[in-house]
Nanobody, 127 residues
Framework: QVQLLESGGGSVEAGGSLTLSCAVS????????MTWFRQGPEKEREGVAS????????YYADSVQGRFTVSQDNAKTTLYLQMDSLKPEDTAMYYC????????????????????WGQGTQVTVSS
């Protein structure tokens, strides 16, 4: 059974930092995309950062490029999202998701392609 469990959310002032973690179990596909999504109030879910599990290549949405960093541990069982220079517009529920590559590179952030999701962790950035 695949389980993705996020943690690390919280409240922070603008300009601050947070690190999210996603513990992955039951998902052993090395050729997979591990991706962070977020959904803010009255907004659509959007992909913000993705990592190719096999080689560690990373991809970012323009809105977070240069501020967020996605990484994984050596065992490839934990996905991280380091978020720096946070802005109020980063306020959202953050989800990690996983899918096999299957012809669609990890720069493809289309949510419907992902079959495995965590329950989310809330990030609130105050001005």
């Amino acid at each position: 059974q695949v389980q993705l469990l996020e943690s690390g959310g919280g409240s922070v002032e603008a300009g601050g930092s947070l690190t999210l973690s996603c513990a992955v179990s039951g998902f052993d596909d090395s050729f997979a995309c591990m991706t962070w999504f977020r959904q803010g109030p009255e907004k659509e879910r959007e992909g913000v950062a993705s990592l190719y599990r096999f080689r560690g290549d990373t991809y970012y949405a323009d809105s977070v490029q240069g501020r967020f960093t996605v990484s994984q541990d050596n065992a490839k069982t934990t996905l991280y999202l380091q978020m720096d220079s946070l802005k109020p517009e980063d306020t959202a529920m953050y989800y990690c998701a996983a899918r096999p590559v299957r012809g669609h590179g990890c720069d493809n952030f289309e949510a419907h392609r992902f079959g495995y999701w965590g329950q989310g962790t809330q990030v609130t950035v105050s001005s």
